[in-house]
């Protein structure tokens, strides 16, 4: 295969490749349909001098010291420690829910019994899906686990996706867990940091090689086309010999053949306020829709170093979840997978279709229909790549 690689989209997978393929000798070309780099971890200076993630609170975590190493050639680091608050019976208690959380919420006798009959069941500093814990054997942990899955999880899940927690993979309400600990931390992982300088400044780097050339602005479906019958590949009518790494969606480059694939989106509201708006960075609403129709506000300058941000205005985004329509009105941003058993089948039946292209790569959370973590999409880029790498 020449060295050449055309890729589709500049988020992690795309530029993550990009500067792995280019530093081998690749030349490379990414086609972004965006007018900015980064994906949907792009963030800019606000009119407010706020550090704004404009799809949404982006927080780097992980424990892979490979993404660590990767992403360290292109930025220094900011410390932090995500902590989250949700909104229950007109409190703010910590999320994913904890020992801190059955305090405040139950008076003191209570609170110290119900926390022992958990540490009982399943000890200390342990990690128990809602699912799992509503399953319990012990008459007084499944009352807790109703109590929990009514005010954290019911309500935020139905409308996160639109269905019931019962509905949808167990995985998805997994991720956030009841956590018999008192450490009120979102993540626990070994590494919590923020690029000092925002994650644009760290993709900006990393895509500044001469090999690397980035054309913004550019719908590559309207220039790339698959010829299944001859499992070629076609830009602008020419059959193209060089790697084609694809980072947006399937079904959008196999022109939806196979259907729609069923997302989640979100909708922003954005305000400016006065000083500062709220405790934490992010504060979770848990409650019915029909007493605040969102999920979360998120704080974005919380996130970022104090000194960096402004003191006397803040800027907040409330989140909206709603269906994903292509050419809706609203809902235009491809966020969520929805996993379900007729989704995944779709899935396959597209990979299938393209499964024989050797020099066609489908890669990140669109092109694999998957739920990626920011590091999870860097150390998966380098895996794929290694395979390009003489
Ligand atoms: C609301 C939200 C919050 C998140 N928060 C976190 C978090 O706190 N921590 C964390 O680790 N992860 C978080 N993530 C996940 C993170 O966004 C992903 O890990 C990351 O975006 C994956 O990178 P990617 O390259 O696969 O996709 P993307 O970042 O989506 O990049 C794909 C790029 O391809 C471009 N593209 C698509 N189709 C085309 C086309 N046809 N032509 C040209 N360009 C195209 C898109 O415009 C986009 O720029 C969050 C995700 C969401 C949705």
Same mark, same amino acid.
């Given at each position: 295969?020449?060295?050449?690689?055309?890729?589709?989209?500049?988020?992690?997978?795309?530029?993550?490749?990009?500067?792995?393929?280019?530093?081998?000798?690749?030349?490379?070309?990414?086609?972004?349909?965006?007018?900015?780099?980064?994906?949907?971890?792009?963030?800019?200076?606000?009119?407010?001098?706020?550090?704004?993630?404009?799809?949404?609170?982006?927080?780097?975590?992980?424990?892979?010291? %490979?993404?660590? +190493?990767?992403?360290? @050639?292109?930025?220094?680091? &900011?410390? /932090? $420690? *995500?902590?989250?608050?949700? =909104?229950?019976?007109?409190?703010?208690?910590?999320?994913?829910?904890?020992?801190?959380?059955?305090?405040?919420?139950?008076?003191?006798?209570?609170?110290?019994?119900?926390?022992?009959?958990?540490?009982?069941?399943?000890?200390?500093?342990?990690?128990?899906?809602?699912?799992?814990?509503? %399953?319990?054997? +012990?008459?007084?942990? @499944?009352?807790?686990?109703? &109590?929990? /899955? $009514? *005010?954290?999880?019911?309500? =935020?899940?139905?409308?996160?996706?639109?269905?019931?927690?019962?509905?949808?993979?167990?995985?998805?309400?997994?991720?956030?867990?009841?956590?018999?600990?008192?450490?009120?931390?979102?993540?626990?992982?070994?590494?919590?940091?923020?690029?000092?300088?925002?994650?644009?400044?760290?993709?900006?780097?990393?895509?500044?090689?001469? @090999?690397?050339?980035?054309?913004?602005?550019? $719908?590559?479906?309207?220039?790339?086309?698959?010829?299944?019958?001859?499992?070629?590949?076609?830009?602008?009518?020419?059959?193209?010999?060089?790697?084609?790494?694809?980072?947006?969606?399937?079904?959008?480059?196999?022109?939806?053949?196979?259907?729609?694939?069923?997302?989640?989106?979100?909708?922003?509201?954005?305000?400016?306020?006065?000083?500062?708006?709220?405790?934490?960075?992010?504060?979770?609403?848990?409650?019915?829709?029909?007493?605040?129709?969102?999920?979360?506000?998120?704080?974005?300058?919380?996130?970022?170093?104090?000194?960096?941000?402004?003191?006397?205005?803040?800027?907040?985004?409330?989140?909206?979840?709603?269906?994903?329509?292509?050419?809706?009105?609203?809902?235009?941003?491809?966020?969520?997978?929805?996993?379900?058993?007729?989704?995944?089948?779709?899935?396959?039946?597209?990979?299938?279709?393209?499964?024989?292209?050797?020099?066609?790569?489908?890669?990140?959370?669109?092109?694999?229909?998957?739920?990626?973590?920011?590091?999870?999409?860097?150390?998966?880029?380098?895996?794929?790549?290694?395979?390009?790498?003489?």
């Amino acid at each position: 295969m020449k060295k050449e690689a055309l890729i589709v989209g500049a988020g992690y997978a795309g530029s993550v490749s990009a500067r792995v393929l280019a530093e081998a000798g690749w030349q490379v070309t990414i086609l972004e349909k965006r007018n900015h780099i980064a994906g949907n971890a792009y963030d800019y200076i606000d009119e407010n001098g706020v550090r704004r993630h404009q799809y949404g609170p982006h927080i780097f975590h992980t424990s892979s010291q %490979q993404a660590v +190493d990767f992403l360290s @050639r292109f930025t220094d680091w &900011y410390p /932090y $420690e *995500h902590r989250v608050l949700g =909104y229950i019976e007109g409190q703010l208690v910590p999320i994913p829910f904890n020992l801190t959380s059955i305090d405040r919420l139950f008076e003191q006798e209570k609170a110290e019994h119900l926390k022992q009959v958990l540490t009982d069941s399943y000890g200390r500093e342990t990690k128990v899906p809602i699912l799992q814990l509503r %399953q319990s054997s +012990d008459p007084e942990v @499944r009352r807790l686990a109703e &109590y929990i /899955y $009514e *005010h954290v999880f019911k309500y =935020y899940t139905m409308k996160q996706w639109g269905y019931s927690a019962e509905e949808i993979d167990p995985a998805v309400t997994g991720r956030v867990p009841v956590h018999i600990s008192y450490d009120d931390r979102y993540f626990q992982d070994s590494f919590q940091k923020m690029p000092a300088e925002g994650f644009t400044v760290m993709f900006r780097k990393m895509l500044d090689h001469p @090999r690397i050339r980035v054309q913004l602005n550019t $719908e590559a479906c309207e220039h790339i086309r698959i010829d299944l019958s001859q499992q070629k590949i076609l830009v602008d009518g020419q059959v193209f010999d060089g790697l084609l790494i694809y980072t947006g969606l399937i079904d959008e480059l196999l022109q939806y053949c196979q259907g729609d694939l069923p997302y989640r989106s979100l909708e922003f509201e954005i305000q400016t306020h006065e000083g500062d708006y709220q405790p934490v960075g992010t504060v979770n609403y848990p409650t019915p829709a029909s007493q605040h129709p969102y999920t979360r506000i998120s704080e974005y300058k919380k996130l970022m170093r104090p000194d960096t941000q402004p003191k006397d205005r803040t800027t907040i985004a409330i989140e909206y979840p709603c269906v994903y329509q292509r050419n809706g009105q609203k809902g235009r941003v491809p966020y969520y997978p929805v996993f379900t058993a007729a989704s995944r089948a779709q899935y396959e039946a597209y990979r299938a279709q393209v499964a024989g292209m050797e020099n066609l790569l489908l890669l990140g959370r669109l092109a694999e229909y998957r739920y990626y973590n920011m590091d999870a999409a860097v150390v998966s880029a380098l895996k794929a790549c290694e395979a390009y790498l003489d």
